[in-house]
Nanobody, 120 residues
Framework: QLQLVESGGGLVHPGGSLRLSCKAS????????ISWFRQVSGKEREAVAC????????NYAPSVSGRFTISRDNAKNTGYLQMHNLKPEDTAVYYC?????????????WGQGIQVTVSS
């Protein structure tokens, strides 16, 4: 069974950068689109970015486009979310997820989530 674990979160000042990692175990991540979501307490979970298995297709929420970059290393069974020019409104718990076939597909596995806090 595919299991996902996020790492790389923490506290960063506005304008700073972080890179989140999503390490898979139990199965290969090769055939799954990888999505990143985020959630602020009391609000709905928001899709942030997605990358298809071949890395040829990426899509981003307008709020992060131009600042965040999603990538993957299938050899390492890991996905990444590079975040630059972070803003206080980026503060949230970030989750990675494996989807079924397409970036619009059903989520088949979630990570446990990791806190990102952007504050001065």
């Amino acid at each position: 069974q595919l299991q996902l674990v996020e790492s790389g979160g923490g506290l960063v000042h506005p304008g700073g950068s972080l890179r989140l990692s999503c390490k898979a175990s139990g199965s290969t991540l090769d055939n799954y689109p990888i999505s990143w979501f985020r959630q602020v307490s009391g609000k709905e979970r928001e899709a942030v970015a997605c990358i298809n298995p071949s890395s040829r297709i990426e899509n981003y929420a307008p709020s992060v486009s131009g600042r965040f970059t999603i990538s993957r290393d299938n050899a390492k069974n890991t996905g990444y979310l590079q975040m630059h020019n972070l803003k206080p409104e980026d503060t949230a718990v970030y989750y990675c997820a494996a989807r079924d076939y397409y970036c619009s597909g059903q989520v088949v596995s979630w990570g446990q989530g990791i806190q990102v806090t952007v504050s001065s």
